[in-house]
């Protein structure tokens, strides 16, 4: 039987996958930033920042708004726990199954 994933888990995936995005939303969690402050510590373009952006934008990792020039950028929770909670389910799993191993040696 397979399993089929929401496409919205796929994306979130896919935008943690990058370590630049990563560092990008590890900075976010100070509070919203605009995109040139994001691009700096990464020693990136704004134009290369602004697209990475834009991926954890399609992922709903971020969101952006846009001051006059300035495109403010934070951190949006819900995407995060949604791959929390499918990580939790298989971190469950894998805990069951080693503890029913441990079982087993232990009855030997």
Do not use: C, Y
């Given at each position: 039987m397979v399993v089929k994933e929401p496409?919205?888990?796929d994306r979130v995936f896919q935008a943690l996958a990058?370590?630049?995005?990563?560092?990008?939303?590890?900075m976010?969690?100070?509070?919203?930033?605009?995109?040139?402050?994001?691009?700096?510590?990464?020693?990136?373009?704004?134009?290369?920042?602004?697209?990475h952006v834009r991926v954890l934008e399609q992922a709903g990792l971020v969101a952006r708004r846009v001051r006059g020039r300035v495109h403010l950028v934070r951190i949006q929770p819900k995407a995060l726990v949604q791959?929390?909670?499918?990580?939790?389910f298989y971190?469950?799993?894998?805990?069951?199954?080693m503890d029913a191993l441990e079982a087993?040696?232990?009855?030997e």
């Open positions: 496409p919205a888990l990058n370590p630049s995005r990563r560092a990008m939303l590890r976010l969690t100070d509070g919203e930033q605009n995109i040139s402050s994001l691009a700096e510590p990464l020693q990136m373009s704004f134009e290369g920042a602004s697209k791959a929390n909670e499918w990580l939790e971190t469950r799993f894998w805990n069951q199954q087993m040696f232990d009855e």
